[in-house]
Structures are given as C-alpha cells and as structure tokens.
C-alpha cells in the first residue's frame, strides 16, 4: 500500500525553480509532521525541510534556507516544496516523509523519527 505519492521531478536549469507536492493517502494526514529529504549521488539521505502538523512551523537545512519553501494543505492532504535558486548540488532524489509521532509540539529533522515514506522523485539542476 502506497502512502506517500511524490510527484514528478525533473531536469531543470541552474537558477530555474521546480515545485515538488507529495499526496498522502491516509485519512490521519493532518495530525502528523511532513518532512522532504533528499539523497545525491553517492551521498546519505539528508533532511531539507519539515513542517508540523498545522503548518505554523517549519525548518530548514541552512543549504536551502531562503532558496526553498515548505507548505502543506491538510485539506488535500498534500505537502509542497518550493525550489527556487536551484543548484546543481540541489540534485538529488527528494523523499517526503511523515513523522511517526502525531501532533508533535515540535518540528524533528531525524529520518529515523519518520515512518512513512514517499517511493521518492529525481530532480536534476544542469549547470
């Protein structure tokens, strides 16, 4: 069963934006942190960016603060990340995932503190 549908990446020029969304298909979305991640070649997965439950809070990695924005519309139940400023360092394979805690008073940046994940979407930046 498959919770977490990203949608498509893609190839995209250096400087350029791309908008990732990742829809859930369990009824609980919205009492539950969303996080995306991301793993580069030859690299560890690293996180990019959460947001809690109601969407009043959210973090950032500093390699992404000012460049990319998390949101999320519980009615839809659907996570967002806007890049923009892409860099070809930027490319990876993006996960989004759900944290494994609901209602959490607080935003986790830990993979191992998400237990839903999306099967993940391959972005490319070209220099």
């Known amino acids: 069963q498959v919770l977490l549908v990203e949608s498509k990446g893609g190839l995209v020029q250096a400087g350029g934006s791309l908008r990732l969304s990742c829809k859930a298909s369990?009824?609980?979305?919205?009492?539950?942190?969303m996080g995306w991640f991301r793993q580069g070649p030859e690299k560890e997965r690293e996180f990019v960016a959460a947001?809690?439950?109601?969407?009043?809070?959210?973090r950032y990695a500093d390699f992404v603060k000012g460049r990319f924005t998390i949101s999320r519309d519980n009615g839809k139940k659907t996570v967002y990340l806007q890049m923009n400023s892409l860099k070809p360092e930027d490319t990876a394979i993006y996960f989004c995932?759900?944290?494994?805690?609901?209602?959490?008073?607080?935003?986790?940046?830990?993979?191992?503190?998400?237990?839903?994940w999306g099967q993940g979407t391959q972005v490319t930046v070209s220099s």
């Open positions: 947001i809690d439950w109601s969407g009043g809070t959210t």
């Open positions: 369990f009824s609980t979305f919205a009492i539950y942190a």
């Open positions: 995932a759900s944290d494994q805690r609901a209602l959490r008073t607080t935003v986790t940046v830990t993979g191992d503190e998400y237990d839903r």
